[in-house]
Nanobody, 121 residues
Framework: VQLQASGGGLVQAGGSLRISCAAS????????MSWFRQAPGKEREFVGR????????YYADSVKGRFTISRDYAKNTVYLQMNSLKPEDTAVYYC???????????????WGQGTLVTVSS
């Protein structure tokens, strides 16, 4: 499956942004879709995931209550709605697909190219 992330940009602290991840190729509604992010000089970290058929979601503590993942099965697209953004949310955001309901990056075999989100103070 090929993933294409889009929608990143510059936003002020406290603002909102929605980024998207479009899947193509051998897509499956059964895949778990996750968002990870990597800030400059830091390791890639898990942000949140949405399971395949059940559509259940799970978030990192750092974004819980502020970020929401949703999924449009008809469009093969996953969204990350980010509210109450903070400067520490600045990072390149990556979407990834896995057959496992996991939060671990090594379990994800397909990755998008990333989209940059910059939050100014």
């Amino acid at each position: 499956v090929q993933l294409q992330a889009s929608g990143g940009g510059l936003v002020q602290a406290g603002g909102s942004l929605r980024i998207s991840c479009a899947a193509s190729g051998r897509t499956s509604s059964a895949y778990t879709m996750s968002w990870f992010r990597q800030a400059p000089g830091k390791e890639r970290e898990f942000v949140g995931r949405i399971a395949g058929s059940a559509g259940s979601t799970y978030y990192a503590d750092s974004v819980k209550g502020r970020f929401t993942i949703s999924r449009d099965y008809a469009k093969n697209t996953v969204y990350l709605q980010m509210n109450s953004l903070k400067p520490e949310d600045t990072a390149v955001y990556y979407c990834a697909a896995s057959i496992y309901d996991s939060s671990r990056a090594p379990d994800f075999g397909s990755w998008g190219q990333g989209t940059l989100v910059t939050v100014s103070s």
